[in-house]
């Protein structure tokens, strides 16, 4: 198999202008291959990094669990492939393969795969705090 990326490999940032394509599925399956997939059940790929937004390709087994975590920023989850639920508060959200789910920032919030799945966490700018007059 041609590898879809090289180890280390470096997120882009966004202190210069660039445009930049990624082969998603090929990423996920050579991370599903790592030693850490098979390890612990998940893997993760930073593929953008800056304070405008921030982007990871994560690939989890069935079952694994994404403990209670928050982001920093609004973020959208894109399901690749598999089958993944999302609890927030006392409510669960399934997605299945091709859609998406989006929340505010510092949403206390948990991740279950249903089955082997891949998906895409997009992470808005940091808030920030706006004066008030």
């Keep these: 198999m041609e590898k879809a990326f090289e180890r280390p490999y470096r997120p882009l940032n966004f202190s210069k202008s660039w445009i930049e394509s990624f082969p998603l ?8 291959g790592e030693d850490a997939f098979a390890e ?3 893997n993760a790929l ?17 079952g694994a669990v994404l403990h209670e975590h928050q982001a920093p920023g609004p973020a959208t989850v894109v399901l690749l492939s598999g089958r993944i639920r999302i609890s927030a508060g006392a409510g669960e959200l399934p997605l299945e393969s091709g859609s998406s789910v989006s929340f505010t920032a510092n949403l206390r919030h948990a991740v279950r795969a249903l089955e082997d799945s891949a ?3 997009v992470i808005g700018g940091r808030q920030t705090r706006r004066a008030t007059i």
Excluded: P
Excluded at 27 to 32: F, T
């Design 25 to 32: 599925h090929g990423m996920a399956e050579q991370l599903m």
């Design 40 to 42: 612990s059940g998940r």
């Design 46 to 62: 930073s593929l953008v990094r800056g304070d405008e937004m921030t982007v990871v390709l994560t690939v989890m087994k069935a």
């Design 119 to 121: 998906f895409l966490i």
